[in-house]
C-alpha cells in the first residue's frame, strides 16, 4: 500500500508564497517521477510541475513557469513545491503525485496520489 503524504497549503494574499511537501512511502516503493497536479472548483485536474529523479531534470506548465519551483530528495521519495509571486488563478486543491514509469511523459500515468491541500489566494 502506497502512501503520499502532503502538507502545506493554506491562504495567502496575492504575491505571497506558500511551500508544499509530499511524502510518497511503502514497503517496497521507488518512485521515477514525483510532481504536483491542481484543480480548481468546476474545472478539470491540470499539471502543474514535476522532477525525474534519475537525473534530476524537471517540467513545469506554462502557467507557473518561473513562478514555481519543484525539488525534492529522492532518497526519502520527497518532493516539494515553492510557489511565489502567487496569483488568485492559483486557487486550487493541490495534489501530489508519483509514478514507476521510467520512461513517458511528464503529465500522464501518474499511478499514485495524495489527498489534496486546499492552496486559496486572496487578491
Known amino acids: 500500500q502506497v502512501q503520499l503524504v502532503e502538507s502545506g497549503g493554506g491562504l495567502v494574499q496575492a504575491g505571497g508564497s506558500l511551500r508544499l511537501s509530499c511524502v510518497a512511502s511503502g514497503r517496497t516503493f521507488s518512485s521515477s517521477k514525483m510532481g504536483w497536479f491542481r484543480q480548481a472548483p468546476g474545472k478539470e485536474r491540470e499539471f502543474v510541475a514535476a522532477i525525474r529523479w534519475s537525473d534530476g531534470s524537471t517540467y513545469y506548465a506554462d502557467s507557473v513557469k518561473g513562478r514555481f519551483t519543484v525539488s525534492g530528495d529522492n532518497a526519502e521519495n520527497t518532493v516539494y513545491l515553492q510557489m511565489n509571486s502567487l496569483k488568485p488563478e492559483d486557487t486550487a486543491v493541490y495534489y501530489c503525485?508519483?509514478?514507476?514509469?521510467?520512461?513517458?511523459?511528464?503529465?500522464?500515468?501518474?499511478?499514485?496520489w495524495g489527498q489534496g491541500t486546499q492552496v486559496t489566494v486572496s487578491s
Open positions: 503525485a508519483a509514478t514507476t514509469t521510467r520512461f513517458g511523459s511528464w503529465i500522464r500515468g501518474y499511478e499514485y
